[in-house]
Nanobody
Framework: QVQLVESGGGLVQAGGSLRLSCLASGRTFSRYAMGWFRQAPGQEREFVAAITWSASNTYYTDSVKGRFTISRDNAKNTIYLQMSGLKPEDTAVYYC??????????????WGQGTQVTVSS
């Protein structure tokens, strides 16, 4: 199976920036689409961003468009989520996932343990 480990979470002030990383190991020869989800306390897990294996296409939920950028480095088996203009409502546990895209909708099938992002007002 694929093991995913997120890092880069922490505390940041509103308007600040943060970069999350997700390192994948095991079966990394597979051409997975990958993405990020997040879950705030008392909320359902929501999709944030996804990227194809070739990085030729990226997808974002409306609330983060223009502020977050997803990227990947297949040589390092790593994906990133560069977050800028952070808002308190971005506070959540962020999870990376491998999965697949169907009609531009990302379905996660393997998940990391998450990294906490807290944005203070």
């Amino acid at each position: 199976q694929v093991q995913l480990v997120e890092s880069g979470g922490g505390l940041v002030q509103a308007g600040g920036s943060l970069r999350l990383s997700c390192l994948a190991s095991g079966r990394t020869f597979s051409r997975y689409a990958m993405g990020w989800f997040r879950q705030a306390p008392g909320q359902e897990r929501e999709f944030v961003a996804a990227i194809t294996w070739s990085a030729s296409n990226t997808y974002y939920t409306d609330s983060v468009k223009g502020r977050f950028t997803i990227s990947r480095d297949n040589a390092k088996n790593t994906i990133y989520l560069q977050m800028s203009g952070l808002k308190p409502e971005d506070t959540a546990v962020y999870y990376c996932a491998t999965g697949f895209l169907t009609a531009a909708v990302f379905k996660g099938t393997n998940w990391g343990q998450g990294t906490q992002v807290t944005v203070s007002s």
